[in-house]
């Protein structure tokens, strides 16, 4: 699909499929790692019906700016970014959908600026309060979890001696089938062969602030984990694919109705990961149901 090319207030342009009515509801989509716009391919053209849908390739992705270094991949510059695509597009308020490191990010935005998120749509992606417990006190999650410290060492020379292609299937074997990725997989080497993108894509993790304990290792608690959270005070949407093996379902949403009172929970059984495209019309009809919800209409 086309995408537009959007200078932003703080120093980075993004690659965005924009569709739809601007008089209509907007809803930004974030993907995750490692995506592009892509992710929500299946649910772009349902969702432009009724609402006006914004869908970027965020900083470090296939054609959108690559910072150099860290610090410009840390959690509030990328929240940072989506307001400034915001403030471009004049959306003074929108819905806000995310998915695996997306959906992170939209949980970010919408604790820290509910003035401008009106509703939040989570897809596979964990509340970072019960995420951080997880790693913590559950040992299935724990061990889960190690692919985040693999992603954050030197995981750019495995790449190189492995070529794109083969960490593609590497990334890919433990979530989905291969033969799904087939027709796929040659914008996904187009997209990580873009100059610094793997190094740009792997420092959202190193940027991370999350603590991930090695197995058996003791550290000391992170003490937010001992103190209040803030609540989620939106209208909340959580799909999860139960099948996820990175994510598990059972530590990231039991309480969670506890820190988001307004919350609705989706849980699709059979499907892993990569829900938006692992069963597209499951999630896009869940999606399109929730919105027709809050917004009063007929589904």
Do not use: C
Not at 131 to 157: K, N, T
Not at 286 to 299: F, N, P, Q, V
Request: proline share 10%; hydrophobic share 45%.
């Amino acid at each position: 699909m086309p995408l537009a090319r959007i200078p932003l207030s703080t120093g980075v342009e993004l690659d965005v499929a924009i569709a739809g009515d601007p008089g209509t509801p907007p809803i930004i989509l974030l993907h995750g790692f490692p995506e592009s716009h892509r992710t929500w391919r299946h649910q772009i053209p349902a969702l432009a019906g009724d609402h006006y849908v914004i869908a970027p390739d965020q900083r470090g992705y296939a054609r959108s700016s690559k910072p150099e270094g860290i610090a410009a991949y840390a959690p509030d510059r990328i929240v940072g970014d989506l307001m400034a695509l915001a403030d471009h597009l004049n959306l003074a308020r929108f819905t806000l959908v995310g998915h695996d490191w997306g959906g992170a990010i939209a949980w970010m935005a919408a604790l820290g600026r509910p003035d401008r998120v009106e509703r939040l749509a989570i897809v596979n992606a964990p509340h970072p309060f019960l995420f951080q417990r997880a790693l913590f006190d559950v040992p299935e999650q724990r061990a889960a979890g190690q692919y985040i410290r693999a992603f954050r060492g030197g995981l750019e020379a495995h790449v190189e001696r492995i070529g794109l292609s083969a960490f593609l299937d590497e990334v890919f074997s433990r979530h989905v089938d291969p033969t799904r990725m087939a027709g796929e997989k040659p914008a996904y080497l187009d997209e990580w062969s873009q100059p610094g993108a793997m190094t740009a894509m792997l420092n959202w993790y190193r940027a991370s602030r999350v603590i991930v304990p090695a197995p058996g290792e003791h550290r000391s608690r992170p003490a937010l984990l001992d103190a209040p959270f803030p609540p989620v005070i939106q209208p909340t949407l959580v799909i999860w694919g139960m099948d996820d093996p990175a994510l598990l379902a059972e530590p990231n949403l039991d309480g969670l109705e506890t820190l988001v009172p307004d919350l609705a929970v989706e849980r699709l059984d059979g499907v892993g990961h990569f829900a938006p495209w692992e069963a597209p019309e499951r999630v896009t009809a869940i999606l399109r149901a929730w919105l027709a919800e809050k917004d009063g209409r007929a589904g």
